[in-house]
């Protein structure tokens, strides 16, 4: 099993749609969470971090947490064409001592 | 603030040569990484320096890949000699350190191996 896996798409979703991005992580010991967003040729950049279980809202992003079954969520409300890119789940290990990150999903927008 | 500072952007090499990459962390970040991406994947992370020491590099093929922080500061990673499949973006990245704090990555070096 892999230490964090995504589901590598590609999404797609019309434009103003929510787009739902799912990731699931194998060390119970992580306690937080990171979305990265990276465009084509471009480094990853953070967008949302999450450390409890629930719900967290930073605009248009929802990021979802629930550490009994291991998964965290990304929600994008309002999809743009310019949300089109790949997303990174990163998870640190127990510990800190080093963040895996998943393959990424893929997601397009279409307008 | 200055981000993650990462040189050169672009490298092309012949298998069996050596490169090397530098890399200049967010000032006041104890913690750096080195993490390959190769095309279609996540970022795999080849090494992480908390100041000078490294905290792990178990992922670094270490009979070729060779890495090191000075000072706490910067940090250079080297390949020799190359190989086809090292044909990557090398991206270093930095952060105050802890389980907490989230990694700002540099631009990347992307590798082409002939």
């Known amino acids: 099993q892999k230490e964090v896996e995504q589901n590598s798409g590609p999404l797609s979703v019309p434009e103003g749609a929510i787009a739902s991005l799912n990731c699931t992580y194998s060390d119970r010991g992580s306690q937080s969470f990171f979305w990265y967003r990276q465009y084509s040729g471009k480094s990853p950049e953070l967008i949302m971090s999450i450390y409890s279980n629930g719900d967290k809202e930073d605009g248009r992003f929802t990021a979802q947490l629930n550490k009994a079954s291991q998964y965290v969520s990304l929600l994008i409300r309002d999809s743009q064409p310019s949300d089109s890119a790949t997303y990174l789940c990163a998870a640190p290990n127990t510990g800190g001592f080093k963040t895996i990150f998943g393959a990424g999903t893929r997601l397009f927008v279409k307008a | 603030e200055a981000g993650v500072a990462q040189s050169p952007r672009y490298k092309i090499i012949e298998k069996r040569q050596s490169v090397a990459f530098w890399c200049n962390p967010i000032?006041?970040?104890?913690?750096l990484y080195w993490y390959q991406q190769i095309l279609g994947q996540g970022p795999k992370l080849l090494i992480q320096?908390?100041?000078?020491?490294?905290?792990?590099d178990s992922q670094l093929p270490k009979d070729r890949f060779s890495a090191e922080r000075l000072k706490g500061v910067d940090s250079t990673l080297k390949i020799q000699p190359a190989k086809l499949e090292d044909s990557a973006v090398y991206l270093c990245?930095?952060?105050?350190?802890?389980?907490?704090?989230?990694?700002?990555f540099g631009q990347g070096t992307r590798l082409t191996v002939v």
């Open positions: 320096f908390q100041n000078n020491g490294v905290v792990d």
């Open positions: 000032s006041g970040h104890a913690t």
């Open positions: 990245a930095s952060s105050l350190g802890g389980e907490y704090t989230e990694a700002f």
